[in-house]
Nanobody, 129 residues
């Protein structure tokens, strides 16, 4: 079974940057559409960003658009979430998720969490004011 591992979280000041990584062992992430989600204390999990299996389509929530960028490095079997101009409201546990069953050339970028089959354990991001 696909196991996803997130890393790169931490404590950063308002306006700072972090780069989150999502990797998998024994499975190739290019076989999956990938999404990033986050959950703040007392709040529901929300979609942040997604990248299609082909890598040609990306999309991000309005709240993070322009500040966050999702990308793939196929050689490293890693999906990144580059987060710039961080705000205290970005504080949350960030999860990556993988969606199976998409065609190799799929440009579909999934926003709904129920469409993802596999989830990582999450990485904490804390932005101080």
């Amino acid at each position: 079974q696909l196991q996803l591992v997130e890393s790169g979280g931490g404590l950063v000041q308002h306006g700072g940057s972090l780069r989150l990584s999502c990797t998998a062992s024994r499975f190739t992430l290019t076989n999956y559409g990938i999404g990033w989600f986050r959950q703040a204390p007392g709040k529901e999990r929300e979609w942040v960003s997604c990248i299609s299996r082909s890598g040609r389509t990306t999309n991000s929530a309005d709240s993070v658009n322009v500040r966050f960028t999702i990308s793939r490095d196929n050689a490293k079997n890693t999906v990144y979430l580059q987060m710039n101009s961080l705000k205290p409201e970005d504080t949350a546990v960030y999860f990556c998720a993988a969606a199976a069953g998409l065609s190799p050339l799929s440009n579909t970028c999934l926003r709904r969490d129920d469409l993802y089959n596999y989830w990582g354990q999450g990485t904490q991001v804390t932005v101080s004011s």
